[in-house]
Every structure is written in structure tokens, then in C-alpha cells.
T-cell receptor, first 116, second 111 residues
Framework: GAVVSQHPSRVICKSGTSVKIECRSL??????MFWYRQFPKQSLMLMAT?????????EQGVEKDKFLINHASLTLSTLTVTSAHPEDSSFYIC????????????FGPGTRLTVT | KQEVTQIPAALSVPEGENLVLNCSFT??????LQWFRQDPGKGLTSLLL?????REQTSGRLNASLDKSSGRSTLYIAASQPGDSATYLC??????????FGEGTQLTVNP
């Protein structure tokens, strides 16, 4: 099946700094990528949807100035957590949809962000 | 608004048992339904995808069924093994860009 990678898998940063997470579709072109956040023992919460070359669409309650999303190519999307605070500590998962196949959505392995 | 419910929230079974996980959704106008597995601290692994026109899909010891009219799907796991222990999530796609997830069923298979 299609593969989605994320980098880094874990990151620890100090409060007030910014962190960038990369999401890549390795063997298919993803016109649409998604960013999710997951708290312990909870399901995935969609943060934003990004289409290649256009601005991301953020879900209600998600601060677009804090969570900057860039989808510059058909295989790469980035999520930058700006001025991170401890409450931003979470598991971030990206996903990509290959509309050319059977509309299946593929998920990355996730990034564990810890803000100290 | 589409809502997805998974029952039970947690399940503990002895090794070798056959088991069924349930998923229900409120809007039957779905394009497809996916079952995922998530191990602790990991991303999601897609197990089975059922298109709206299909009734079931099988992969190895896994069988997923879909009854769109009643808004239900089941994931059947045969001859469960300790390695099957994980959280199982179902998600429905209504078209557009949004997948709606259930809260998951945490499965523990005891040796």
C-alpha cells in the first residue's frame, strides 16, 4: 500500500520556540493532505485540510496563526507549531488521500511533540 | 452532522477467541468506510476499506461487513492472537475531504 512518512517521530522543545513537522507521501501524489491531533486515549481530531498550492482550511477552534500549514508540492506538507506551549504537547498525525486510486486515506506514523 | 460510534470501548478476550467489533454511523450516505488499527504511540494502519457498493471485505483473519441502510459495520477477527492487541478505529467518508472517526475499541488479547 501507499506510504506516508513523518519527520521527526519525536521532538522535545522549549516553551516559546517553533517546531516544524514534515509529512511526505512516498509513492503517490497527494492532492489533499490532512493534519490530525490526538490526545491520550482519544480518537483523532482533524485540525486542517490542505490542498497543494492553496491555503489550508482549518477546523473550528484551531488557531491558524499558531498551526501553520504549507502544502507546497504534491508529496510534501509541513505543520509548524509556532510559539509552542506545554498545552500544545500532543501526538500529531498527518494523512494523505490518493484520489487517483480508490479514495483511500493513508496515515503517517505520527510525531510526538513535548513542550517543556 | 455525521457521528460514528464504536462499541465496546474496550474488550479483553483470551487468545484464540473469535470476536466482533461494532461501528455505527448516523448518515448512511457514505462513500466508503475504513477500519484502522493503532498501536500505542503509533500512527494508523489501514486494515480494510469497504466501498459503499460493497457488503464486505476480507483480509486474512479479518472480515469487515457493511450495512449502509442500517448504518452499521462490523469487524470480525478470527482466532485472535496477542499480537492483535491494539485500538481499532472505524472511519466513514462522506465525500469531500473529511473522514469521521469513531472513538475506537481498545482490544486486549490475553495469552
Amino acid at each position: 500500500g501507499a506510504v506516508v512518512s513523518q519527520h521527526p517521530s519525536r521532538v522535545i522543545c522549549k516553551s516559546g520556540t517553533s517546531v516544524k513537522i514534515e509529512c511526505r507521501s512516498l509513492d503517490f501524489q497527494a492532492t489533499t493532505m490532512f493534519w490530525y491531533r490526538q490526545f491520550p486515549k482519544q480518537s483523532l481530531m482533524l485540525m486542517a485540510t490542505s490542498n497543494e498550492g492553496s491555503k489550508a482550511t482549518y477546523e473550528q477552534g484551531v488557531e491558524k496563526d499558531k498551526f501553520l500549514i504549507n502544502h507546497a508540492s504534491l508529496t510534501l506538507s509541513t505543520l509548524t507549531v509556532t510559539s509552542a506551549h506545554p498545552e500544545d504537547s500532543s501526538f500529531y498525525i498527518c494523512s494523505a488521500r490518493d484520489f487517483s486510486v480508490v479514495n483511500e486515506q493513508y496515515f503517517g506514523p505520527g510525531t510526538r511533540l513535548t513542550v517543556t | 452532522k455525521q457521528e460514528v460510534t464504536q462499541i465496546p470501548a474496550a474488550l479483553s478476550v483470551p487468545e484464540g477467541e473469535n470476536l466482533v467489533l461494532n461501528c455505527s454511523f448516523t448518515d448512511s450516505a457514505i462513500y466508503n468506510l475504513q477500519w484502522f488499527r493503532q498501536d500505542p504511540g503509533k500512527g494508523l494502519t489501514s486494515l480494510l476499506l469497504i466501498q459503499s457498493s460493497q457488503r464486505e471485505q476480507t483480509s486474512g483473519r479479518l472480515n469487515a461487513s457493511l450495512d449502509k441502510s442500517s448504518g452499521r459495520s462490523t469487524l470480525y477477527i478470527a482466532a485472535s492472537q496477542p499480537g492483535d492487541s491494539a485500538t481499532y478505529l472505524c472511519a466513514v467518508w462522506l465525500g469531500g475531504s473529511r473522514l469521521t472517526f469513531g472513538e475506537g475499541t481498545q482490544l486486549t488479547v490475553n495469552p
